[in-house]
Nanobody, 121 residues
Framework: EVQLVESGGGRVQAGGSLRLSCQVL????????IGWFRQAPGKEREGVSC????????SYADFVKGRFTITSDPAKSTVYLQMNNLEPEDTAVYYC??????????????WGQGTQVTVSS
């Protein structure tokens, strides 16, 4: 059973920084693409950033480019999302997500419990 353990949310003022962590437990970290999604009240969940556990390649949503950085530590099976220059619009519950493409062409998706990020103006 794969578990995603998140930490690092909180409340900051606009312009501040937070770092989120997501530890992947129960399977081989390098087999997954791990990412962060967020959901603000009354809005749909949206992708923020992701990283390959295999080669560390990354992708970002346009609205976080230049402000957020995703990194990984395979030895700790952990992905980090460093969020700088936070804006009130970044306020949301942030969810860690891990996707595995299986050898029989299925896709398995796992979610963390979510962590609240609140940015005050």
């Amino acid at each position: 059973e794969v578990q995603l353990v998140e930490s690092g949310g909180g409340r900051v003022q606009a312009g501040g920084s937070l770092r989120l962590s997501c530890q992947v437990l129960g399977d081989t970290f390098e087999d997954y693409v791990i990412g962060w999604f967020r959901q603000a009240p009354g809005k749909e969940r949206e992708g923020v950033s992701c990283i390959s556990g295999y080669d560390g390649s990354t992708s970002y949503a346009d609205f976080v480019k230049g402000r957020f950085t995703i990194t990984s530590d395979p030895a700790k099976s952990t992905v980090y999302l460093q969020m700088n220059n936070l804006e009130p619009e970044d306020t949301a519950v942030y969810y860690c997500n891990a996707i595995l493409a299986t050898s029989d062409h299925r896709t398995l998706t796992y979610w963390g419990q979510g962590t609240q990020v609140t940015v005050s103006s």
